[in-house]
């Protein structure tokens, strides 16, 4: 009996947890394909809770860079999707898999590096110019190389500087790491590297290390935030109705005013700019 | 089910012959021995008359009348027990049998009680003694009601006590009716328990004898050497 | 180095603070790969006993491969399945991508293989030895592979234990065809990379540390079961 008696009380056991486990419940949702910059930053724990108070709808957000965001509607395998790249944006319009880009916030890059700063940029008001310091000093630049808005973004500021990075000019300073922001910190840090970041993952990673913000408040750090409904003509099970009241949610003064308010440490991340025609 | 024709029987591995055109007609009634030098086939030719192997060419067939089951058994060497308890084992049998679940516990205790072992019913099998395995196994093939019982030196292994009492068992189970077909290395086990012999040399039938005359003056000079070869004192 | 003791400390923490969001994660991760490695065990383990058994053309081959499946990498897993369950695939109408039910599904794709392969290796080990025994108690192919996949229980249940283990480790398939979802598909391992690429080390290394203990208890568990049966049988 013995041995009877613990495989009751094993298979009871077993079988409490694998029942108590929360199933989400069957609620209305949307799912939205976004970036881990976004996710990272807390925004969404800020934001959510109050639209799912407000409308009873969950939103289920699945973190991802910006190119793999965009594949994940162009599948339809997200309702809506919120991101940081425009052109990327556009092309997915154009393409038809998205209805129409809505402007909702910005944040901005800043550009962080070593305390030691091997390529003397600390302090500089013009990133083309840093950049192009941290070339001819062949220091250690570490980018995301994931297709991410930040990635784009990055890009584009080498092609300003009229540096090849893909091509003439690439080096072993330059390192693809093809990661998430965090990720991408965390290999900065240890090989006391120079990134790209966005501000807001920046305040809260905690794995700074030597790290500091060298080069910041350059306009065109500045990074746009979209937010864009699946096409249901070209993907038939995207839940128009529900995504739409979540964009009318968060470019209303209510979601917008939600978005100000989010900060860390007394600090603003994101500016909300949903009014702003030419965002 | 007996008798049990075997006509120009033979089994090859690859290119090795193991047994050798054997024919021979195997009837109710006298205890039948195999001896033979090791290599000799003795083993492989119970296997094929049990029907685990089938000959490579030749034929082996029951001329007897038979009501449909699997009226033989055979007790190895080794006995092969099952994770379960004694009378587990002797239940799964009976259950591979079709007999019914209530039939199945009144047969296996009651030749459990026969050969000894009611008071280790329910231990392990595998816990048991070389020779309570043995007895098991057994009593295992006896509770299916065989009419032949194959057994492949069941008692090689086992000292000479354990030994007496698988003897005594396999009298007992003869005794009831089954036929009883075994190899053996032990000479003296042959001549106690045996009615004839086949003797066995590089995979053919070298002679077959009643176990008296076999002992004081076998037909074939291969049995011949092979008895002083294990007795030299003969 | 620091980290880590920094780690434990937030490991004692979280236990402590038995946040309901933590707990959350925890039961999903059990959920999520004790289910998976209960449909893998219901496939895995007669597909393990059919090849040890079974002879058919083309079975080496097979093993080969069942063998080389064990290594089947998580993240190629994941990705397979995610073409399969994505609205733009062909099972994509289930809309079981980014849920539980997901992950499950790729887990027990991983976990097939390992059960599978090794349960085959012990189950040919045990058939070796009991192949005679049970074909001469008239044993179907079908009822002795039943009847050794009993026998062979203990050690068909560290095999299960090592499917679990497999299971509740990876992050690569459940974090792709789950997405980390908070509330609803975030188990430990994806919690664990989350925090990693936030930079919260020690948070990730008390996560990793809990996750370790809950597979160690749930090990000890089966074990003082298996300790027990085995006293019991032998």
Known sequence: ?????????????????????????????????????????????????????????????????????????????????????????????????????FPVMYNDFV???????????????????????????????????????????????????????????????????GQGMGASLNTASSMNGYILTDRA?????????????????????????????????????VKKELGQRFIDWIVSREGQKAIAEYKIGGEQLFFPNAGDPGA | MLPLVLDQVCFAVGSKTIIDRVSVEIAEGPRTIILGPNGAGKSVLMRLCHGLFAPTSGSIIWKGATNGRRRQAM???????????????????????????????????????????????????????????QRLALARAWALGPEVLFLDEPTANLDPGAAREVESLIGQIRASGTKIVMTTHNLGQAKRLGDEILFLSHGRLVERTPVDSFFIKPASAEADAFIRGELPWN | MQEIFTAF????????????????????????????????????????????????????????????????????????????????????????????AAMVVAQTILIVPIIAALSRQVIEDAWQEYREQLRSLGATAFSAARTLLWDTRFSLVIIVLAGFGRAAAEVGAVMIVGGNIEGVTRVMTTAIALETSMGDLPLALGLGIILITLVLILNAGAYWIKEAAQRRYG
Do not use: C
């Open chain 1, 201 to 237: 993952t920046w305040i809260s990673f905690k794995n700074r290390g030597d790290l500091a913000s060298l080069v910041e408040g350059d306009k065109r750090l500045f990074n746009q935030y979209g937010v864009i409904l699946t096409n249901p003509d070209r993907h038939p099970n």
């Open chain 2, 75 to 133: 007790v190895f060497q080794r006995p092969v027990m099952l994770r379960r308890s004694a009378l587990a084992n002797i239940m799964y049998g009976l259950e591979l049998a079709g007999i019914s679940p209530r039939e199945r516990v009144l047969r296996a205790r009651d030749v459990l009680e026969a050969v000894g072992l009611e008071n280790v019913a329910d231990r392990p099998a595998r816990v048991l003694s070389g020779g309570e395995q």
């Open chain 3, 9 to 100: 400390g937030e490991a004692g923490r979280l236990i402590a603070g038995a946040e309901p969001r933590l707990v959350g994660i925890v039961l999903l991760s059990l959920r999520v790969s004790l289910t998976a490695v209960f449909f893998a065990s219901l496939i895995g383990l007669p597909l393990g006993a059919a090849i040890a058994i079974g002879r058919f053309p083309g079975r080496q081959a097979l093993i080969v491969a069942l063998n080389a499946l064990m290594g089947l990498p998580p993240v190629v897993v994941g990705l397979l399945v995610y073409l399969m369950l994505s609205r733009a695939g062909p099972l994509g109408h289930f809309g079981i991508l980014f849920t539980p």
């Open chain 1, 111 to 177: 550009l962080v590096g070593p305390q030691s700063d091997p390529a003397k940029i600390a302090g500089d008001k013009n990133i083309t110019e840093a950049l192009k310091k941290i070339k001819d000093t062949a220091a250690p630049f570490v980018s995301r190389g994931d297709k991410s808005g930040t990635h784009l973004a990055e890009l584009r500021l080498w092609k300003i500087a009229g540096i090849d990075v893909g091509g003439a000019d690439k080096g072993p300073w330059y390192r693809a790491v």
């Open chain 1, 1 to 101: 009996m013995e041995l009877k008696r613990r495989i009751a009380t094993g298979a009871l056991l077993l079988s409490g947890l694998v029942a108590a486990s929360p199933i989400a419940l069957a609620q209305k949702f949307i799912t939205v394909a976004s970036t881990t910059s976004t996710e990272n930053s807390g925004l969404f724990n800020h934001l959510l809770p109050m639209f799912e108070k407000k409308t009873g709808i969950a939103v289920r957000v699945i973190a991802q860079g910006t190119g793999q965001a965009l594949d994940t509607a162009r599948r339809g395998d997200a309702d809506v999707v919120f991101v940081h790249a425009k052109s990327a944006e556009e092309k997915f319009i154009g393409e038809g898999h998205g209805v129409k880009r």
